[in-house]
């Protein structure tokens, strides 16, 4: 209550859109878990935003540039540079890092593609692929989203993918995590959707699967929520998920958040509305993931710091999703977040 009144107040001086700045201790210094934040390379040339993120976070996740769409190229080799160096800018600043994510039905890139449907020079690469990926940051890497949003957007059932047509449907799952812990016997290997929060059957469906994932023998380590939700989420829905996926036992990554205000339809547009709703999603968000048992909190990240950063501003240059302005101060949303950890 006293984070939304907070946010309101805030926001009633200024508008959402130019929400006041607060004065907040650093984010990693008020969580009893890791914080982090995903990062591109070329974002880590200013030196600002370097700044806040060594000072703000514990754990960075590559934004892009650890997926197939930029490691793999088009004759089948592939480039290591850019996550080199967000991997050496976490090493140097003694953050832990994230890989995302290995496979994705989202991203099959040409290499792929066209391998003959044989089914053996295709294993091959794919085995290929995880093993130079997650052994080439094996012992950096903290865990790995193996496998990102599997589940059909209904519920009904598990995506169709390059992956599953040449490999199996719950093969190539199975196959990518084994691959996985093969190449790196240490990392936490996740599997990662998004709208678990507001689709419960789709939330159903996810643990389905990852109890079928378990019962196969692939060493499932963590369920990834990424969390990509809007100001109108219903209240206590966040929660409830989160309860939910905990359900299980396994290590929860509440790993990719942000709260649009342009994707809110069910507020009217007053800016005091929709700031004060995202400021009790967060808030929701940063209690529900502090009332998880301390061992199956493995990260709260935030997909990205200072608005300007966020993917969302490519659909609406206006929204204002994150924790940041884009002078990298922390908005009257930071102090809802931190308002609801305990
Ligand atoms: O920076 C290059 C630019 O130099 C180049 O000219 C251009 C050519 O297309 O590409 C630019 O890179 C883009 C990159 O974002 C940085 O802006 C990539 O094309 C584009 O594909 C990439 O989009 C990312 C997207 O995943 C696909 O990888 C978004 O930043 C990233 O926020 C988004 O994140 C996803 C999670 O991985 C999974 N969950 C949903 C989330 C949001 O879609």
């Keep these: 209550m006293l984070a939304s009144a907070l946010a309101l107040a805030a926001c ?15 984010l990693k210094s008020l969580a009893a878990f890791p914080v982090g934040t995903c990062v591109q390379a070329v974002q880590l040339d200013d030196p600002g935003f370097a700044a806040l993120v060594a000072a703000q976070v514990s754990q960075l996740t ?43 039905y989202a991203q099959s890139p040409p290499a792929f593609e066209r391998l003959d449907a044989g089914r053996i020079a295709f294993d091959g690469a794919y085995r290929n692929y995880i093993h130079a990926v997650v052994g080439r940051y094996r012992g950096q890497a903290v865990g ?37 812990r093969e190449a790196d016997p240490e990392a936490v290997l996740f599997l990662n959707d998004y709208n678990l929060e507001n689709l419960p059957k789709k939330r159903a469906t996810f643990l389905k699967l990852a109890e079928a994932l378990l019962k196969a023998g692939a060493p499932l380590g963590g369920l990834g929520t990424q969390t990509h939700v809007a100001a109108d989420l219903k209240a206590g829905e966040l929660a409830a998920a989160l309860k939910d996926l905990a359900s299980l036992g396994l290590p929860i990554h509440l790993s990719e958040m942000d709260v649009s205000l342009s994707r809110a339809e069910g507020l009217i547009r007053d800016p005091a509305k929709l700031a004060a709703g995202q400021a009790r999603v967060y808030a929701e968000a940063a ?27 490519r659909e609406d240059a206006a929204d204002t999703p994150l924790l940041f302005d884009d002078a990298g101060r922390p908005k009257s949303a930071a102090a809802a977040w931190a308002g609801g950890l305990r």
């Design 144 to 180: 790995w989203d193996v496998v990102n949003e599997a589940v059909a957007e209904d519920g009904e059932g598990w995506r169709d993918s390059l992956w599953s047509q040449r490999l199996g449907r719950l093969e190539h799952m199975t196959l990518a995590f084994q691959h996985a």
């Design 12 to 26: 009633d001086r200024q508008g959402a859109a130019q929400a006041a700045a607060v004065d907040l201790p650093p």
């Design 287 to 313: 209690e529900a993931f502090s009332s998880l048992p301390a061992q199956q909190r493995f990260a709260f990240t935030h997909w990205g710091l200072r608005d300007k950063d966020s993917w969302l501003k």
């Design 62 to 104: 590559a934004e892009w540039e650890m997926k197939m769409e930029y490691i793999v190229q088009d004759d089948g080799s592939f480039r290591f540079d850019a996550p080199d160096r967000i991997a050496a800018f976490a090493r140097t600043h003694g953050l832990r890092f994230f890989g995302h994510t290995l496979v994705w």
